[in-house]
């Protein structure tokens, strides 16, 4: 029953009586999934938010150093346009000139210089990113060393999981005329089912093929920025050496450091996933027109996320355009295979749960 006073449109189910049989269905449903539940948990912030991130880092290698791999260690030219330069003075004359009376005649003499330490000269970029070509980089406003920006992505990032979750919660005590009142716990096994399972696919992608970090802290520690401070990736990966690091560690984690895990964008998915979530059960909830409002906030939310993605240089553009595809695609087989979200036993309904609807409809 709803309380009284209730607007015509809103029912609040928050008598005791119907929280306390609210809270029987919910308990029922949390008995059939808690321990794929708490798996899909664990995975998404141990296994995929730690473990394989770290394993990933372990195998990583910057853009120089497979260019160091190509770099010629010895050099061949002709003795015509070598100079020895005197380390005490400066002073600089020509090799020829330099040689005995026996070489100094010969016609075809060539300089061999052996130089086994030789590697790519990142100086030369002046500050550049030594990356691979992408467009967003060449198109979009290099925010990279903006902070503010960096703090509010990463607060937006988290606010909209949390925001997500506290959606799931609505159903418990409120129901809107005409709309579905699904349950708490069904919701949250399908949007953790939906992000354990996107995040699977992820793992086996990145540490498949490692690719050049398009950010600042991966590149190597010989690359300086333009105003001459270092960097390096270095000082991370040195955390991840070891296999009771890559369980354990949370210094990369901590420090928002950890590069390698790219292909594809972990950030983009889980966004793009929390909005493809509500947009599927807003229109379930609510009334057309606050569901509409809900649905046009998250895709925002979702659109400012890509935007600072790459305008951080967090990814390149093939990891988010993967992800643009990979999680819808996950979201729709997930609930081709799970149509319908978990539900309590008959017995335990409330009035007005429609419990003899399922409470999840087609996508249509």
């Excluded at 953790?192 to 996107?198: F, I, P």
């Excluded at 210094?251 to 972990?266: E, I, R």
């Excluded at 305008?311 to 390149?316: K, S």
Aim: glycine share 6%; aromatic share 12%.
């Amino acid at each position: 029953s709803a309380s009284s006073g209730e607007s015509p449109w809103l029912r609040c189910h928050c008598s005791r009586t119907d929280i306390a049989a609210r809270l029987r269905g919910e308990r029922q449903v949390l008995r059939k999934v808690w321990i794929p539940l708490v798996a899909f948990v664990v995975f998404i912030f141990y296994g995929a938010g730690l473990v394989f991130r770290n394993i990933a880092f372990y195998r990583y290698r910057s853009l120089d150093q497979y260019a160091d791999l190509v770099v010629p260690q010895s050099a061949l030219a002709s003795v015509e346009h070598a100079t020895v330069v005197d380390a005490a003075t400066g002073e600089a004359i020509a090799l020829r000139a330099a040689l005995g009376p026996g070489w100094q005649s010969r016609a075809e003499l060539n300089v061999s210089i052996v130089d086994l330490g030789a590697r790519s000269n990142l100086s030369a970029l002046h500050g550049r990113l030594f990356n691979l070509r992408d467009v967003a980089n060449e198109v979009l406003p290099d925010l990279s060393e903006n902070l503010w920006v960096s703090s509010v992505s990463e607060s937006l990032a988290i606010s909209f999981q949390y925001s997500v979750i506290a959606f799931c919660f609505l159903p418990f005590i409120l129901a809107f005329r005409e709309c579905e009142r699904p349950y708490t716990v069904g919701m949250l096994f399908r949007l953790e089912r939906t992000l354990a399972t996107v995040h699977l696919l992820r793992v086996p992608t990145y540490l498949a093929t490692t690719i050049p970090g398009v950010a600042t802290h991966c590149q190597s520690s010989r690359w300086t920025r333009a105003g001459g401070e270092g960097t390096g990736f270095e000082v991370g990966q040195a955390h991840v050496q070891t296999i009771w690091q890559w369980l354990s560690d949370t210094y990369n984690l901590k420090h928002n450091s950890n590069c390698g895990d790219l292909v594809f964008s972990g950030h983009a998915a889980t966004s793009l996933t929390n909005a493809i979530f509500v947009h599927y059960y807003a229109r379930r909830l609510f009334p057309k027109a606050l569901a509409r409002v809900a649905i046009v906030v998250a895709w925002l939310v979702f659109l400012v996320q890509i935007f600072c993605i790459l305008c951080l240089h967090n990814h390149y553009t093939a990891d988010v355009v993967v992800a643009s595809y990979v999680a819808p695609l996950n979201f729709l087989a997930n609930h081709y295979f799970f149509p319908v979200d978990v539900s309590p036993d008959q017995d335990s309904c409330t009035e007005g749960d429609n419990c003899d609807e399922p409470s999840g409809p087609d996508m249509a």
